[in-house]
């Protein structure tokens, strides 16, 4: 097989295209012909030797992908050979092991793929919608009417919190950096599209909720945002911050006056059982077309490289693909 691999941590660089030996189902295991592997932030973090969670090397990164089950082991009971699926991990790990054109998984991280549904749609779903529904509804416990305000919505995450926010009955409220950024998010549900980064963009918000404020916000960049999220929040509103590059001042009179919550979201925290149920949940509204995966730029394998340098360029519009093919 032909896979991914970083032998040193480091740049974009460090990627390298090896052949390895093809992996063979053990018990409770499921091998796939990869067609697609998503790209997400965490996997860069990862490679650069910055996360918290670091693998020993030499590894494959890569968390999301779809293809078809090639073969199965022992004690297999929801998958069988020659179905469309899409994944979320492999038996290297959660976070491990997907940039490759074939790849052995548990089958607890194994998903049906809906036929309406491309494999490079199949690879933007795991990390984005998992973490975007584990911010919504486990963490903030959003609820239907509510006003929720997804930042950065024109990303893979963004787009996930925006239309499962969107599909639960809420008023949703989304940023995005440029006109295109903001015609996506519209696309996918959202109410009410604003440019973030201006000096106008608090003042919008607050306006389209009448004054009262937001009640959920979706946070993608909480270095750069988080004190300016505590004046949008509604009385009882909630924080919930999925992506951070830095440190920032906030002033906790803020959370105080207004009984407010700040909380992390993190998918390493989620288990196999939870997130199989996650999934579950989800499956039928990827079938019906409420959830529909956005693809962004895709990459030759060979290419990881280039994926992992677009990945914090500005102006995301969907997920990052390699094409495993």
Not at 124 to 140: D, E, K, S
Not at 210 to 235: C, W
Not at 250 to 273: C, F, Y
């Amino acid at each position: 097989m032909r896979a991914i691999r970083v032998h040193q941590f480091g740049g974009p660089e460090a990627l390298r295209l090896d052949e390895l030996p093809d992996p063979v189902a053990g018990p409770g295991q499921v091998v796939i012909r990869n067609h697609a592997a998503g790209v997400n932030p965490v996997d860069a973090y990862v490679r650069a030797g910055t996360y918290a969670r670091l693998p020993t090397v030499p590894f494959i990164p890569g968390w999301d992908g779809a293809g078809i089950v090639r073969s199965v082991g022992t004690d297999i009971h929801r998958i069988r050979p020659g179905e469309r699926v899409y994944f979320s991990g492999t038996t290297a790990g959660r976070g491990y092991g997907a940039y490759a054109d074939v790849v052995c998984c548990h089958e607890v991280q194994v998903y049906p793929l809906p036929a309406s549904l491309s494999f490079a749609q199949g690879a933007a779903i795991g990390v984005p919608y998992a973490t975007a529904h584990r911010a919504l509804f486990h963490r903030a416990h959003t609820r239907a009417g509510e006003t929720v305000l997804v930042h950065g919505a024109s990303g893979g995450v963004g787009v996930a919190a925006v239309q499962l926010a969107a599909a639960h009955g809420c008023l949703v409220i989304a940023t995005a950096g440029s006109e295109s950024g903001l015609e996506l998010v519209r696309a996918q549900g959202a109410q009410h599209a604003v440019r973030h980064g201006t000096a106008t963009t608090a003042e919008e918000i607050l306006s389209i909720t009448g004054g009262q404020g937001v009640d959920v916000i979706v946070e993608m960049l909480a270095n750069l945002n988080l004190d300016r999220d505590l004046g949008l929040l509604a009385l009882n509103g909630r924080v919930a911050i999925v992506g951070n590059r830095g440190r920032i001042e906030i002033d906790p009179r803020q959370i105080m006056g207004k009984e407010s919550a700040v909380l992390g979201v993190l998918l390493w925290n989620t288990s196999d059982a939870e997130l199989l149920e996650l999934h579950q949940l989800m499956g039928p509204q990827f079938a019906e077309g409420l959830l529909r995966p956005v693809v962004g730029p895709q990459f030759p394998l060979a290419e990881a490289g280039k994926a992992h340098a677009a990945v914090f360029e500005p102006g995301a519009r969907g997920k990052i693909v390699l094409d495993c093919e």
